[in-house]
């Protein structure tokens, strides 16, 4: 009887196999790691030590029992200039700090690391008027996968400043990732004056006391990322931008994609007097703002700083201004955001800003409000405002406003006027205005300004003193190419107090003289069709 080649290929393919598995067996790595995730162990591999899984561990080979005051010894068994890693497992560490000497003290090169959730650090005793879980005072340190319980309902007295993370002066390259703080006496995390180069990441951050304006980060330092975290009911402010030295200002940094809601009065705030500037707020929600500080006060983004970027941002149910750019002399953008039920979408009180392609619907008031001057807003779709859609105008502390474009926009069912413009030197062009209560586009005291290439109709509300353009107390202005359907009243209306005006090639709902009516000096009425 012959031997069948394929049952012999067969049976040797199988004990290669059987062979491979043992081998594999043979050599995988039989630690338990159950209180350890995978990039925990494989920095542990890196500095090559062993771990047992429940007790405290360092880079140096070295391992403690699971209590509060070992941490600190393994961290400083690490040495003077720290390099190396402290791994804490699953457990409650109650920690105690006394006379200003923190929970935990960290200095440089230095990694702490738990197990997320399961490893907790509980401030039980807290006594001096600075007393932080954790304080850093050195360069290159990380602290991951904790939680962090401040306590401060338990602890008495309440002092002031105590933080669950609190970054030193002068500190750079920290990353403060996958960390759960909450209950603490001040913000959760600190980032003091003169830190560079700081990210926060992927936090929990939650229920800061009601005492001296509190947040989930407040930040003086700059280079700062806080990006992906979830911060709620932190009192004063989500994420707070306020450095205070002129030597060392705030700037550079920036908020992305964190979720911010609850009780917060302020989502994302920079102090006016903070000395913050080059701040961008990016692909950020903030919602449902509770919070009563700030003289109740409720803003989405408060940005009174030079050189902003608001962008990309989700801002929905808030009492007062979804975003607040005051004071800005440099420049500001303020672009591709969606904002929903507030009472002001956007105010821009400041110079030099472009307002471009948001999505703002449901404001109680104006959708968007400018006082200052160079200020592009474009390509814009705004509807049920309660107020105007766009409102350009003029605060005596300020002057007088010139130089603003309004092109592109659509504004859809206006409470008032789809826009309201006064000041020099004002472009409006090439709109969609449909829907408003009183005017399309209402001009007092503009001066050489053009209205070009809009379409404005009234088909909603139809009342009987809807008007298309009113010009009221205005000079040297272009008014042309500009379309109207279904205006009730007039299309174009010119004041007695107007004079100098061009009003010409527009597309009328009716004949002219039932559709212009003007009653200003040296007005020019040429080639107007309908």
């Given at each position: 009887m012959k031997n069948n080649p394929f049952k012999i290929y067969i049976s040797l393919l199988i004990l290669i196999l059987l062979l491979l598995m043992t081998i594999l067996y043979l050599l995988e790595d039989k630690s338990d790691f159950n209180d350890i995730n995978l990039e925990t162990s494989d920095i542990f591999k890196d500095y090559n030590i062993s771990f047992t899984g429940d007790l405290i561990a360092n880079s140096n080979?070295?391992?403690?029992?699971?209590?509060?005051?070992?941490?600190?010894k393994a961290i400083d068994d690490l040495g003077e200039g720290g390099g190396g890693v402290v791994f804490l497992p699953s457990g409650v560490y109650n920690l105690s700090s006394d006379n200003?000497?923190?929970?935990?003290?960290?200095?440089?090169?230095?990694?702490?690391?738990?197990?997320?959730?399961?490893?907790?650090?509980?401030?039980?005793?807290?006594?001096g008027a600075s007393a932080d879980v954790i304080r850093i005072h050195g360069d290159n340190n990380v602290i991951c996968d904790l939680n962090i319980d401040g306590n401060k309902d338990k602890l008495i007295p309440r002092y002031d400043y105590w933080h669950g993370v609190r970054i030193e002066n002068g500190c750079s390259n920290i990353r403060v990732k996958d960390c759960h703080i909450y209950d603490t006496q001040h913000?959760?995390?600190?980032?003091?004056d003169n830190c560079t180069d700081i990210l926060v990441e992927d936090c929990i951050l939650e229920r800061c006391n009601?005492?001296?304006f509190p947040s989930g980060v407040s930040i003086g330092?700059?280079?700062?990322?806080?990006?992906?975290?979830?911060?709620?009911?932190?009192?004063?402010?989500?994420?707070?931008?306020?450095?205070?030295?002129?030597?060392?200002?705030c700037f550079d940094c920036v908020a992305d994609g964190n979720i911010i809601y609850g009780n917060i009065t302020r989502g994302i705030h920079c102090e006016p007097n903070g000395y913050a500037n080059n701040i961008t707020v990016i692909n950020n929600h903030i919602f449902n703002l509770t919070g009563v500080c700030y003289k109740n006060i409720r803003h989405g983004v408060y940005v009174p700083v030079d050189d902003v970027a608001v962008m990309g941002n989700r801002i929905e149910n808030i009492k007062d201004y979804s975003v607040y750019n005051y004071g800005c002399k440099r420049s500001s953008k303020i672009t591709n955001n969606t904002i929903k039920n507030c009472k002001v979408g956007i105010d821009q009180n400041g110079n030099n800003g472009v307002i471009s392609d948001n999505i703002i619907f449901d404001c109680s008031d104006e959708a968007i409000v400018v006082y200052s001057f160079n200020v592009s807003i474009s390509g814009n779709i705004i509807t049920n405002s309660g107020g105007n859609g766009v409102f350009i105008h003029p605060k005596k502390h300020i002057g007088n406003i010139s130089n603003i474009v309004i092109s592109q926009n659509v504004i859809l069912n206006t409470g008032s006027n789809g826009i309201s413009a006064s000041g020099d030197y004002i472009t409006i062009s090439d709109n969609i205005i449909n829907e408003f209560y009183y005017r399309g586009i209402r001009l007092y005291k503009v001066r050489n300004s053009a209205i070009s290439g809009n379409s404005i109709s009234d088909e909603l509300f139809g009342v009987g003193w809807s008007t298309g353009i009113t010009v009221e107390n205005c000079s040297d202005l272009t008014i042309y190419g500009n379309?109207?359907?279904?205006?009730?009243?007039?299309?174009?209306?010119?004041?007695?107090?107007?004079?100098?005006?061009?009003?010409?090639?527009?597309?009328?709902?009716?004949?002219a003289e039932k559709s212009i009516n003007n009653q200003g000096l040296d007005i020019v009425l040429r080639d107007n069709i309908n």
């Open positions: 080979s070295n391992f403690w029992n699971k209590t509060g005051e070992n941490i600190q200003n000497v923190q929970g935990i003290e960290i200095k440089s090169n230095t990694q702490l690391m738990g197990c997320g959730e399961s490893t907790v650090l509980n401030l039980v005793n807290g006594k913000s959760c995390i600190r980032v003091s009601h005492s001296h330092g700059s280079s700062v990322i806080v990006k992906n975290c979830i911060i709620r009911d932190t009192y004063a402010c989500g994420i707070v931008f306020e450095s205070q030295s002129t030597e060392y200002p379309v109207f359907d279904e205006n009730t009243t007039y299309d174009i209306t010119c004041d007695k107090t107007s004079y100098t005006c061009v009003i010409s090639d527009n597309v009328l709902s009716k004949e």
